[in-house]
Nanobody, 124 residues
Framework: QVQLVESGGGLVQPGGSLTLSCAAS????????ANWYRQAPGKQRELVAG???????NYPDSVKGRFTISKDNPYKTVYLQMNSLKPEDTAVYYC??????????????????WGQGIHVTVSS
């Protein structure tokens, strides 16, 4: 099985930066695609960054130009660089991977896994 460990969250002042990491371990051969989502208190989970298997990225207008998603396949890690953070970016952030690997000893071309979530608080 594959486990995701997210790190890099915490408290930051408005205008500051954070880089979230999502490291995969276990039976993973490669990452196809990745997304970062966030969920603020009382709100629905929303997509904040997407990275396709072809390397294309997409962002909602609320974070475009401030957030950057990237992946490091050899290290099975996905990143979310967040700059010019605003109080409204406060949320729990989740990574989601589509990957190639094994599940219960069987090879699969496409599998999916979610991270456990990490808190980001933007406040002075």
């Amino acid at each position: 099985q594959v486990q995701l460990v997210e790190s890099g969250g915490g408290l930051v002042q408005p205008g500051g930066s954070l880089t979230l990491s999502c490291a995969a371990s276990g039976s993973i051969l490669s990452i196809h695609a990745a997304n970062w989502y966030r969920q603020a208190p009382g709100k629905q989970r929303e997509l904040v960054a997407g990275l396709t298997s072809g390397g294309r990225t997409n962002y909602p207008d609320s974070v475009k130009g401030r957030f950057t998603i990237s992946k490091d396949n050899p290290y099975k890690t996905v990143y979310l660089q967040m700059n010019s953070l605003k109080p409204e970016d406060t949320a729990v952030y989740y990574c989601f991977l589509e990957y190639e690997g094994h599940y219960s000893g069987t090879y699969f071309r496409y599998l999916e896994v979610w991270g456990q979530g990490i808190h980001v608080t933007v406040s002075s």
